[in-house]
């Protein structure tokens, strides 16, 4: 089964938070996306922010129904993460 997984910065590196199937976050949401944005900003202390396919390029189209297999990175609009 293939996987989403979500990285988010911390000390000048990304770690992985999050490894989930991609039917789960199918099941989940009828706007996956967008789900997992709030997945990560709930993470993330609450900080507000974008999910990318890559490390500090543009937000994805959170509208876009379907969510793909692979590494999503959270880009945070503030500095703070609790861990």
């Known amino acids: 089964m293939e996987n989403v997984e979500l990285q988010m910065p ?6 992985l938070v999050l490894s989930i199937p991609v039917g789960d976050c199918r099941r989940f949401s009828t706007r996956p996306l967008s789900w997992l944005r ?9 900080g507000h922010g974008d999910i990318s396919n890559s490390r500090g ?7 876009q129904a379907d969510i793909q297999p692979g590494t999503y990175h959270y880009i945070s609009q503030s ?5």
Request: proline content about 4%; aromatic content about 18%.
């Open 10 to 15: 911390f000390d000048e590196t990304s770690q």
């Open 57 to 63: 390029g543009p937000a994805v189209n959170y509208d």
């Open 38 to 46: 709030y997945v990560a900003s709930t993470i993330y202390d609450g």
């Open 79 to 83: 500095q703070s993460f609790r861990r």
